[in-house]
């Protein structure tokens, strides 16, 4: 890339915003796990042997791991002429995270990347992980300071949306027993500053089960009223919000 580094592997979300001088900028999560002990930086942005790690500050590296091998996932920013068709520069900017899936634009002009794992410190991590981080878009930041939203839930995330008028996000879980959770910021576009985790749930039918597996129990297309319930100890060390937030009435 044009800072020096590999271009991760492992394509995912993404999405564009306005760039300078008309160009277009693109935030791109990469969906890395970590490497295996015989060659721990494989398709990963420092090389196969982790070489390039030490050209970062360790501050911007959510995860520098232990033994060498640090959490390879993250996003890289691209910077395109749409009108000559020509890439002009590509560089890191989100570093040491995990398994970087999909995630969603906000209407403030950054990136929420979303980590789809639960991995906790032990086994070659030294963070938790099943966060959200919020990446400018912007061409000139360079590396972010990696700050997770812990308020946003730790669960293994797949995509946000945001309500622009409100600055409520919501969230998607990649389980096969998820719930759907908003996000009430404190701070309308400060998402780091905290706020109040909710999961939906059908009015006058707690705990219902959506999915169809087992026969139609609701008809596609079916308007539903709904409500939303407070969810606490958001940060669930014991990966059990989708299960707690079930049993409290919520809808998966």
């Not at 791991?65 to 390879?72: E, Q």
């Not at 209407?107 to 099943?130: F, K, N, Y």
């Not at 939906?200 to 219902?208: A, F, G, V």
Request: aromatic share 8%; with cysteine.
């Amino acid at each position: 890339m044009s800072d020096g580094f590999y271009v991760p592997a492992r394509h995912d979300g993404m999405a564009t915003f306005p760039g300078p001088d008309g160009f277009t900028l693109l935030v791109r999560n990469h969906e890395m796990n970590r490497g295996s002990p015989a060659v721990p930086g494989r398709l990963g942005a420092f090389g196969n042997d982790n070489e390039l790690l030490e050209r970062l500050d360790p501050g911007t590296v959510y995860d520098i791991g232990d033994g060498g091998r640090p959490a390879l996932g993250g996003t890289t920013t691209l910077l395109f002429d749409t009108r000559e068709q020509r890439l002009v520069g590509h560089r890191l900017s989100l570093a040491g995270t995990l398994v970087n899936c999909a995630g969603g634009p906000t209407p403030w002009g950054s990136w929420i990347s979303c980590e789809e794992t639960v991995d906790a410190v032990g086994q070659g991590r030294l963070q938790d992980h099943g966060y959200n981080f919020e990446v400018p878009a912007t061409w000139d930041g360079g590396v972010v300071t990696p700050v997770p939203l812990k308020a946003m839930g730790r669960f293994r995330h797949e995509a946000v949306a945001v309500h622009p008028a409100s600055g409520i996000v919501y969230e998607t879980e990649d389980r096969s027993d998820s719930l759907i959770y908003r996000f009430i910021p404190d701070r309308p576009g400060e998402l780091a500053r905290g706020g109040r985790l909710q999961a939906l749930r059908i009015l006058d039918q707690p705990s219902m089960d959506t999915r169809n597996w087992d026969g139609q129990t609701v008809r596609p297309g079916l308007p539903l009223a709904v409500a939303w319930i407070d969810m606490s100890d958001v940060e669930a060390p014991d990966d059990d919000l989708r299960s707690r937030g079930f049993e409290a009435g919520a809808t998966r």
